[in-house]
């Protein structure tokens, strides 16, 4: 079986927290921590010599086809559950151009995507569904309301 490239290693991840009308774009994905479908802001790791909000933006361009620019760093997030041990940093973004698409995964092959859904959701809805880190629903009822 093949070893996933977040597991048993630190990893430093960028994410997006884009709010239009009043919802929050979340992408769906299989995370790999809990091993089940979750819904999160779109990030993913930062890689060798890249900033932080650089990151954010190429990321946020593979999972949701926008491009973004970065306001202002939210809050961070750290996940030790081994064999996955994350630091997460949370960007509040703007969208600058371009129309929403579930992108993928560039780590891995398509046979092993985990991304399967993407979209806007309110700060009701997202109480309801299984949204990860718990902190971002504290988070997005300051920004939401």
Request: charged fraction near 25%.
């Given at each position: 079986?093949?070893?996933?490239?977040?597991?048993?290693?630190?990893?430093?991840?960028?994410?997006?927290?884009?709010?239009?009308?009043?919802?929050?774009?979340?992408?769906?994905?299989?995370?790999?921590?809990?091993?089940?479908?979750?819904?999160?802001?779109?990030?993913?790791?930062?890689?060798?010599?890249?900033?932080?909000?650089?990151?954010?933006?190429?990321?946020?361009?593979?999972?949701?086809?926008?491009?973004?620019?970065?306001?202002?760093?939210?809050?961070?997030?750290?996940?030790?559950?081994?064999?996955?041990?994350?630091?997460?940093?949370?960007?509040?973004?703007?969208?600058?151009?371009?129309?929403?698409?579930?992108?993928?995964?560039?780590?891995l092959e398509e046979?092993?995507?985990?991304?399967?859904?993407?979209?806007?959701?309110?700060?009701a809805e997202i109480?309801?569904?299984?949204?990860?880190?718990?902190?971002?629903?504290?988070?997005?009822?300051?920004?939401?309301?």
């Open positions: 079986m093949k070893q996933h490239p977040w597991k048993n290693r630190v990893r430093v991840r960028s994410c997006g927290v884009l709010i239009e009308n009043g919802k929050v774009l979340l992408v769906e994905l299989c995370s790999p921590v809990v091993n089940d479908w979750v819904w999160i802001p779109p990030g993913g790791e930062v890689a060798f010599g890249e900033t932080l909000e650089d990151a954010v933006i190429r990321e946020m361009k593979e999972e949701t086809g926008l491009t973004v620019s970065v306001v202002k760093q939210l809050f961070s997030n750290q996940v030790i559950r081994p064999p996955v041990h994350a630091i997460e940093f949370y960007f509040l973004v703007e969208r600058i151009e371009g129309d929403i698409e579930l992108g993928h995964d560039p780590e046979k092993d995507q985990i991304l399967r859904n993407i979209g806007f959701f309110s700060c109480k309801s569904m299984n949204v990860v880190p718990p902190l971002l629903i504290e988070i997005l009822d300051d920004h939401l309301s």
